[in-house]
């Protein structure tokens, strides 16, 4: 272990004697420890900070790279009475983002019309990757990040399961599949023995080169994509590859309410499957349409119209 790494465990063991809340914090510290120690760096500077903060793998229209930067700080605040030569960033460095954008719920045509684009890729390989990827984050909701780290290992095809490990939070998770997923992800493992006989690295989706996918390539093809189908032209802002975790939860909670279901009893299920903290985080995407708006203000008043019967 290095010196920044024990200090790092000293610092969180700390802040846990002192009550806070450190979920984030024991899942990023660490990446940002192992970052230092690649890098050779002896400690932490204000350029090092923000290379961690503004990584390949962070999309810059969300807050990942501010709340990095705040971790970040707060452990440079923290090694500056260790090592004089610490450089604390200054507050403010990466702003939050201050507006909220209402998703971009996907069409079911939009998604076919991405994931046949993505077919129509110039190379074998990319394109069952882009179409494979599309198609399961759609159909599952998960983050993209959690798709990028899938490992081969993770996949247990008796069972039909996702092994989702240490995601948001520092949590894991099942997440059972249809056995169309199944079926699909079983083309693309096949297409991908045959053109990638050799892969660098244990993840299931693959590279051109062999290696583990990067967020910052999934989110330019994806982009491409939306511009080459025309798909969100007419949106206020660009679709994000993000709001297809968006969609798979509107299209859920928007299929329960028309079903009559009893959404509210629902919602813990759908929290896990997402890998969400608690229930109050899947509320969240009832504000994401105005149609699952009017459905829950319905449903609820045909609960008080009962209620006073």
């Not at 200054?90 to 077919?119: C, N, S, T, V, Y």
């Not at 802002?237 to 009559?260: C, E, K, M, S």
Request: charged share 20%; with cysteine; aromatic share 8%.
């Amino acid at each position: 272990m290095s010196a920044l790494s024990e200090a790092a465990v000293d610092y969180l063991r700390l802040r846990n004697r002192l009550g806070h809340d450190l979920a984030e914090y024991h899942r990023l510290l660490p990446r940002f420890v192992a970052y230092l120690d690649d890098t050779e760096a002896p400690t932490v500077t204000v350029a090092a900070a923000l290379a961690w903060a503004y990584g390949p793998d962070v999309d810059p229209m969300t807050s990942v790279a501010a709340r990095r930067m705040t971790i970040a700080r707060g452990f440079a605040r923290h090694m500056a009475g260790i090592d004089p030569r610490t450089q604390i960033p200054p507050a403010g460095l990466i702003a939050f983002p201050k507006r909220w954008h209402p998703p971009f719920i996907f069409e079911p045509g939009d998604i076919d019309a991405l994931m046949a684009a993505a077919q129509g890729l110039r190379w074998p390989l990319p394109a069952a990757t882009h179409s494979t990827l599309i198609g399961l984050l759609a159909v599952t909701g998960m983050r993209v990040g959690e798709v990028i780290s899938l490992d081969r290992a993770d996949i247990d095809w008796q069972e039909g399961t996702l092994l989702i490990r240490e995601s948001k939070f520092g949590k894991s998770r099942l997440v059972p599949i249809l056995p169309s997923t199944l079926a699909a992800l079983d083309r693309y493992r096949r297409i991908r023995e045959q053109k990638c006989s050799r892969p660098t690295t244990p993840a299931f989706f693959v590279s051109i080169r062999g290696g583990r996918m990067s967020y910052q390539c999934v989110h330019d093809v994806f982009r491409n994509l939306c511009d080459h189908t025309g798909t969100g032209s007419q949106a206020a802002r660009p679709p994000r590859i993000h709001d297809l975790r968006h969609t798979f939860a509107v299209r859920t909670l928007l299929g329960w309410y028309q079903a009559g279901d009893d959404v509210e009893a629902k919602l813990p299920t759908l929290s896990t499957y997402l890998g969400h903290r608690d229930p109050r985080s899947t509320y969240w995407y009832l504000s994401a349409a105005p149609e699952l708006l009017a459905l829950a203000a319905q449903q609820l008043e045909l609960s008080r119209e009962g209620e006073a019967r």
